[in-house]
């Protein structure tokens, strides 16, 4: 009897062991799993539902079937022409075989890290093989109207075509053969072709973000700042010119208007000599000797200030000094 009563003890802890070590085990939506049995995968198990195992002998390693996100490091990276940038990338990744990840990789941590290496080396590669202008542009539309100059306000709307002319800078943009997205695609197909043999499976890589170097974004601000300094030298070139257009107009308009008036003093000035000399006619008619004495004291005030030597009074000129009549 006791030995009975021991051996149904002995049954019952043993049930109790096997129960607590867990015979089955659930995967639910969303997971899958290998079965390891002393080191080696015996099973593995992608539908979900209650699953069988062996007590102490099977390990279960679960893995996420969903799609993961990857989120890389920035990185400072040269282009083609050796201009750096900073370019931020994600990517989306899925378990697709996994007894293979388990043998080559084993955790999620050590697989963000191998993604890591493989789209960090795929991302460089690309990038340094490429222009720049590639990396940040999709395609070669730029503008609506390649041609657009900007509007500014003038006097007229001849003044605003003539500035508009006169600032119009000719930019040309070189043309991209690729561009982003198209780059992106080759991220992705390099990456591919190293991640199968880990069991993983790539869905995309994309830069997220792509920004200028610090060294680079200062050029961009010095070619801005001299376009504008060449639209503000042409301001003030066209203004330079109106002002002497318009000077030139007024320097005209002055030069014309004393002539007419030079002109019309002129024929005053001779209609009133005419007359004086036809007053001056009748009075030497009239009287010769005062006509004469008058004249030569009008000659004195009108010479002598000028002089600054020394006259002799006996002068034939000087006659008009001693006598009203000249003897």
Same mark, same amino acid.
């Given at each position: ?71 890389? !490091? ?34 999620? #941590? ?23 202008? #590639? ?49 992106? !695609? ?29 060294? *680079? ?9 001299? !376009? ?24 005209? #308009? ?20 005419? !007359? ?11 009287d010769p000797e005062f006509f004469d ?10 010479? *002598? ?10 002068m034939d000129y000087f006659r008009y ?7």
């Amino acid at each position: 009897m006791k030995r009975v009563i021991t051996l149904l003890v002995i049954l019952a802890v043993l049930l109790i062991a096997v129960l607590v070590a867990g015979p089955f085990y659930i995967l639910n939506e969303g997971e899958q799993a290998v079965v390891v049995q002393l080191g080696q995968i015996v099973a593995v198990k992608q539908d979900a539902g209650l699953h069988f195992k062996t007590p102490f002998l099977d390990d279960v390693i679960k893995y996420p079937k969903m799609i993961m996100s990857w989120d890389g !490091e920035k990185q400072r990276i040269p282009t083609k022409e050796n201009q750096f940038i900073w370019v931020d990338t994600i990517a989306r990744w899925r378990i697709s075989d996994p007894k293979k990840f388990y043998e080559s990789i084993g955790s999620l #941590e050590s697989a963000y890290a191998r993604l890591g290496d493989v789209i960090d080396s795929a991302v460089r590669t690309i990038i340094a093989e490429n222009w720049l202008r #590639e990396t940040v542009r999709n395609s070669n539309i730029i503008r609506e109207n390649k041609g657009a100059t900007e509007a500014f306000e003038v006097g007229s709307d001849q003044d605003a075509g003539q500035l508009s002319a006169f600032t119009r800078t000719d930019v040309t943009y070189e043309e991209v053969q690729k561009g982003r997205r198209k780059l992106a !695609e080759e991220m992705l197909n390099l990456s591919r072709k190293l991640v199968p043999e880990y069991g993983i499976e790539l869905i995309d890589v994309v830069p997220r973000q792509i920004k200028y170097s610090d060294e *680079l974004t200062q050029s961009v601000y010095n070619r801005m700042i001299k !376009e504008r300094s060449q639209i503000a030298q042409a301001f003030r070139s066209f203004g330079e010119g109106k002002k002497a257009e318009w000077e030139g107009k007024l320097e005209n #308009e002055r030069r014309s208007l004393l002539s007419a008036a030079y002109e019309k003093a002129e024929k005053i000035k001779g209609a009133a000599d005419a !007359e004086a000399t036809k007053i001056y006619a009748q009075a030497y008619s009239r009287d010769p000797e005062f006509f004469d004495f008058w004249r030569s004291i009008e000659s004195y005030k009108t010479t *002598l200030p000028k002089f600054n030597k020394t006259l002799s009074t006996d002068m034939d000129y000087f006659r008009y000094l001693y006598s009203p009549r000249g003897r």
